[in-house]
């Protein structure tokens, strides 16, 4: 008999998600991770819009990688008109990219992970204030911090509004920036913090492979030119697990290497990398590739912290466990980068910004976002207008490789899923997992359009051949 | 101890966000209160019996959501619409400037894309409608996202019985950008020309939304530089965000834009508010949703 087992919806996560899991005596026969917030058509309603318009209306994908979609998009239009941007405003976005890693990252690691590592049993954000409330104190104050970054640079917190194509429509006050600065050693410390308490847990725990798993994939991720360590240009590199570089190209190259497929029982579509088809091609971003691809880190307190990082996990590494850790490195990295970049006497240039013109073609662009790679591109009018939009997000990428990790973990564990004593447990492990990509659903939501009623009446969609 | 649900439907999760950067206050109002359904902060799996506030973000898109809305309505003392989607369907509701089939054929035809399966997760409804379209709505929290203050002290009054008051003014009260009186007569896209940082958008022909827009968030985005883009909805007493601003620049400019045109402008003047506009209503045959 199969018995069917749902967890629904996913907590501790954004967006909306599920799993589906279906054992027959004792063996698992299948398991559907879907994406099920509802789609939003996102690429679709911004055609026929004004192209500078874009960066505030694709921001509203995602309530916590607002500030990557922002600045993906600006990039992406610029690419399409041939912009250079003054020195000032690419620091002031690297430097605003870099915060919105450090208040994703300490709300993860804090709140949303931090529960599935402590013996804790009331499993959410007060149970963490009420075991740990000097650790919950220091992730307030580094999330706040972040916070404060991308207000002063963007101008406003959730749903940054200062990239237009040229530049940045504000620039930072000599006195913004050494109130930042002076804050962000203090933050540096509280980084620190967060990530001694993870590598605590981390060295004290059995490093058991069979706790988190995970499996030989692509893993792909920014690099600058000298292979170090990259959030916000630079090329595309894909690694294997056992390390060798598979591909590096420039984000112009998307259609060349990327190709994307749908899945009956997700909204979001599934990315692969052409050269290794659509099952080798699964590959995955995030933290943990990003450790696996780069040669190394840029700024001296990351460095120490990837060096430790190495006594715990090889690089590269399969182990889906790591992804806290890297989580935890990348914290102290944002830290680093948003100190660096407010330490450079450049950020203070007063012009932020030069007039533009339109111009007919089509701009690609990526950013790291913190759950892994972003890409919009754009194709663009005379006029300026968007004639076509295509938004790929972290999640969208990662999607189906998290179904097959799931998917390994259930097949292994598919005695304790079909036991009632043990289900509980299982379940929890599953969640575990998914929690560790820190995945965005509505993020990943990208357009795969599904059973539509109009009026009562059912519509299947097919794709145009073309 | 007043049972909290807080949920987000069709949305991106910014206005829990944005509540989630009060900390200290949230954590008060959440360790005075009881917290009893947030899949983005908790893991309670099934909807309460009963609920005394319930707080809803996002839009409604899926026959499940529906369901959703009013299995919490009837099981709420007091339901809260918190955000722009959810009070008037918000950006997501660009898109129902498409009718729902055609909308289809365009997002399939992507190249790139290689269509295997159709995903059958939930029932699409072909429109993102807000919230209250469905349901009764007690109380509108508005704003992309809405401003933090306004969540902490609407729920605060809210939590302890009192009724909360909305602006009664729009974003221009508070802008400190200043008027002289003359206004463009051709509206400028913001990439053609660096605006002065002193003087108000509109006059300089960048189209902003602060005359048409609730007020009460103090202007920060045309302090950013960046005109209001109308996120927190109609100003009291109106309800349609796209004709107000209309009015404002026939008023203002004292004759029509040469270079306006609707199409252009449409995801300009309801960029929030697009699924409860009077537009959408006439676009619809007279119809709601």
């Known amino acids: 008999m199969t018995e069917t087992i749902v967890i629904n919806p996913l907590t501790r996560l954004e967006g909306t998600g599920k799993v589906k899991i279906e054992v027959e005596g004792g063996a698992l026969k299948d398991l559907q991770f879907s994406v099920a917030a509802g789609p939003r058509f996102f690429e679709y309603l911004l055609t026929n819009k004004q192209a500078e318009d874009a960066p505030r209306i694709s921001e509203r994908i995602c309530g916590i990688c607002y500030v990557n979609h922002h600045l993906v998009s600006v990039k992406a239009v610029e690419d399409a008109w041939g912009v250079e941007v003054p020195e000032v405003a690419t620091l002031l976005r690297r430097t605003l990219n870099a915060a919105s890693f450090i208040t994703s990252h300490a709300l993860h690691l804090a709140f949303l992970a931090l529960p599935d590592l402590l013996p804790i049993k009331n499993r959410n954000v007060i149970g963490v204030a009420d075991a740990n409330p000097a650790l919950a104190d220091v992730a307030i104050q580094l999330h706040e911090y972040g916070n404060r970054v991308v207000t002063e640079i963007g101008g406003r917190l959730v749903h940054v509004v200062t990239s237009v194509p040229g530049g940045q429509t504000k620039g930072l006050t000599g006195e913004a920036r050494y109130k930042l600065l002076r804050e962000g050693r203090v933050a540096l410390g509280n980084a620190r913090k967060i990530a001694d308490a993870y590598f605590g847990l981390y060295e004290k725990r059995a490093n058991d492979p069979a706790e988190y798993m995970g499996s030989d994939t692509p893993y792909m991720g920014l690099v600058d030119k000298d292979g170090g360590y990259e959030l916000y240009d630079g090329d595309i590199r894909v690694k294997n697990g056992k390390g060798e570089k598979l591909l590096q190209f420039p984000a112009q190259d998307y259609y060349k290497r990327l190709e994307e497929t749908t899945s009956g029982h997700s909204f979001t579509k599934i990315q692969y990398l052409k050269d290794m088809g659509p099952i080798g091609g699964l590959m995955r971003v995030g933290p943990l590739p990003r450790m696996n691809v780069i040669d190394k880190m840029r700024w001296g307190t990351a460095a120490e912290y990837l060096k430790a990082y190495e006594k715990l996990f090889s690089r590269p590494t399969n182990d889906t466990a790591a992804y806290n850790l890297a989580r935890a490195v990348e914290l102290v990295a944002s830290v680093d980068e948003v100190l660096d970049g407010l330490a450079n006497d450049a950020i203070t240039t007063e012009r932020t910004r030069e007039p533009v013109k339109a111009r007919a073609g089509v701009g690609y662009a990526f950013v790291e976002a913190p759950r892994g790679l972003l890409h919009h591109s754009y194709e663009i009018d005379e006029r300026g207008i968007i004639k076509a939009a295509n938004i790929v997000a972290p999640t969208t990428f990662n999607h189906k490789s998290i179904e097959n990790n799931l998917r390994q973990y259930a097949a292994a564990n598919a005695d304790a899923l079909a036991r009632k004593s043990t289900r509980q447990d299982a379940m929890w492990g599953i969640e575990k997992i998914v929690r560790a990509y820190d995945p965005c659903l509505s993020c990943s939501v990208h357009m795969v359009e599904v059973d539509l009623t109009v009026d009562g009446e059912r519509h299947t969609n097919r794709r145009d051949t073309q | ?289």
């Open chain 2, 1 to 289: 101890m007043v049972k909290i649900l807080l949920l987000g439907l069709s949305g991106d999760t910014g206005c829990q966000i944005a509540a989630v950067g009060l900390h200290e206050k949230l954590l008060a109002i959440l360790k005075a209160n009881e917290l009893v359904y947030a899949p983005t902060l908790m893991d309670a799996k099934e909807i309460p019996a009963k609920i005394d506030v319930a707080i809803i973000e996002g839009g409604v898109r899926t026959e499940h959501e529906v369901e959703l809305a009013k299995k919490i309505r009837e099981r709420s003392g007091v339901l809260i619409t918190l955000g722009s989607c959810a009070c008037f369907g918000g950006i997501p509701g660009l898109a129902n400037l498409k009718p729902g089939d055609e909308l289809l054929g365009k997002v399939y035809s992507q190249k790139g894309t290689v269509l295997k399966e159709m995903p059958a997760v939930d029932i699409m409804l072909p429109k993102q409608q807000p919230i209250g379209d469905y349901v009764k709505v007690d109380f509108k929290i508005p704003g992309c996202p809405p401003e933090m203050n306004d969540i902490a002290t609407i729920l605060t009054t809210l939590l302890s019985g009192g009724t909360p008051e909305l602006s009664k003014t729009d974003v221009c009260e508070l802008c400190p950008r200043e008027r002289v009186g003359e206004y463009s007569k051709k509206l400028k896209r913001m990439y053609e020309e660096v605006a002065d940082p002193k003087r108000c958008f509109l006059e300089q022909g960048f189209l902003c939304m602060g005359p048409a827009t609730l007020g009460g968030c103090g202007a920060p985005c045309p302090q950013a530089g960046m005109p209001c883009d109308g996120c927190r909805g109609p100003t009291a007493g109106n309800s349609d965000q796209g004709l107000a601003m209309l009015d404002a620049l026939t008023s203002l400019t004292r004759e029509a834009n040469e270079n306006f045109s609707l199409p252009q402008y449409v995801g300009t003047i309801y960029r929030y508010t697009y699924p409860s506009s009077m537009l959408a209503r006439v676009l619809n045959g007279g119809k709601k949703k």
